[in-house]
């Protein structure tokens, strides 16, 4: 089992920076984040690797948002600049045990509020 809680998000204007944080109880392969916006499907955001030597991002963040994580600490981050009220959503973080596994276990979402 792996527990994963999540904080950092808020309301902020557009144009503001926020940073997720999410902590597991223990180490896995691959940290991710996902978003919902109300009415819509989660969707992809980042992720990234236990070495940190794989990472990628989804077309509607990729050159504004930043993953990154400390494995010192079991953390991942997500740095969020240049906000946009697209970016409304929940935040959850997600994390695969391993490489053959899919994302098992899901944290229970912050949420992200951008005014325009």
């Known amino acids: 089992q792996v527990q994963l809680v999540e904080s950092g998000g808020g309301l902020v204007q557009a144009g503001g920076s926020l940073r997720l944080f999410c902590t597991a109880s223990r180490r896995t392969a691959i940290l991710g984040w996902f978003r919902q916006a109300p009415g819509k499907e989660r969707e992809f955001v980042a992720r990234i690797t236990w070495s940190g030597g794989f990472i990628n991002y989804s077309d509607s963040v990729k050159g504004r948002f930043t993953i990154s994580r400390d494995n010192a600490k079991n953390t991942v981050y997500l740095q969020m600049p240049n906000l946009k009220p697209e970016d409304t959503a929940v935040y959850y973080c997600?994390?695969?045990?391993?490489?053959?596994?899919?994302?098992?276990?899901w944290g229970q979402g912050t949420q992200v509020t951008v005014s325009s």
């Open positions: 997600a994390a695969a045990p391993d490489f053959a596994s899919g994302y098992s276990y």
